[in-house]
């Protein structure tokens, strides 16, 4: 049973413009959310976090939106940038839990 | 800073070989995990621990064992390896619980089983 679900598991999208990444979960109980980054041959990096009392955090370029009626979560990378290319893992916990859940991840390539 | 390290790269075994993958971080972070990754199943968690002496099972850790004899090391023992357990596996360390504090991780050690 998969708790969280990145749907989509590539996009494309021209240097320059917005990228918007998503990630549906199922589970009501979930309170953190995280988006990690995964280049080739490396480690997941982390890039951005909300906390359920938010429906919004930004970090520079990098924006998460969170629907918690809809269990949706999103991001946002403003203007998109050839570096940008890697695979992104959307993540959530519940409190109390040491687990972290990720999802199956999603292959952004930036054109330029 | 080194950050968390993880030792081999690579690695290929037999099938009923043991081995163990080494994990070492320098943060002095208390919370340590293994996590697998395979194609279309995203990160699973195999062991954690929150401190020395301390670790618990996760999502799956039939075939592996772990102990955590001091804050910087937390090896993941094969005890009899499978063609199972062909996959990248990702250590990661926080400074708090999993749910309240970002996971840094290791570059990963890519293992075959044959």
């Known amino acids: 049973d998969q708790q969280v679900k990145q749907n989509s598991p590539s996009l494309s999208v021209q240097e320059g413009r917005i990228s918007i990444l998503n990630c549906d979960y199922t589970?009501?109980?979930?309170?953190?959310f995280l988006w990690y980054k995964k280049y080739p041959a490396e480690g997941p990096t982390f890039l951005i976090s909300?906390?359920?009392?938010?429906d919004k955090n930004e970090d520079g370029r990098f924006t998460v939106f969170l629907n918690k009626s809809a269990k949706h979560l999103s991001l946002h990378i403003v203007p998109s940038q050839p570096g940008d290319s890697a695979v992104y893992f959307c993540?959530?916990?519940?409190?109390?839990?040491?687990?972290?859940?990720f999802g199956t991840g999603t292959r952004l390539t930036i054109i330029p | 800073n080194a950050g968390v390290t993880q030792t081999p790269k690579f690695q290929v075994l037999k099938t009923g070989q043991s081995m163990t993958l080494q994990c070492a971080q320098d943060?002095?972070?208390?919370?340590m995990s293994w996590y697998r990754q395979d194609p279309g199943m995203g990160l699973r968690l195999i062991h954690y621990?929150?401190?020395?002496?301390?670790?618990d099972q996760g999502e799956v850790p039939n075939g592996y064992n772990v102990s955590r004899s001091t804050t910087e090391d937390f090896p993941l023992r094969l005890l009899s390896a499978a063609p199972s357990q062909t996959s990248v596996y990702f250590c990661?360390?926080?400074?708090?619980?999993?749910?309240?504090?970002?996971?840094?991780f290791g570059n990963g050690t890519r293992l075959t089983v044959t």
């Open positions: 990661a360390s926080s400074w708090d619980r999993a749910g309240n504090s970002p996971l840094h």
């Open positions: 589970n009501s109980m979930f309170d953190y």
């Open positions: 909300i906390s359920s009392i938010k």
């Open positions: 993540a959530a916990s519940s409190p109390g839990n040491e687990k972290l859940t």
């Open positions: 943060m002095n972070h208390e919370y």
């Open positions: 621990s929150v401190g020395a002496g301390i670790t």
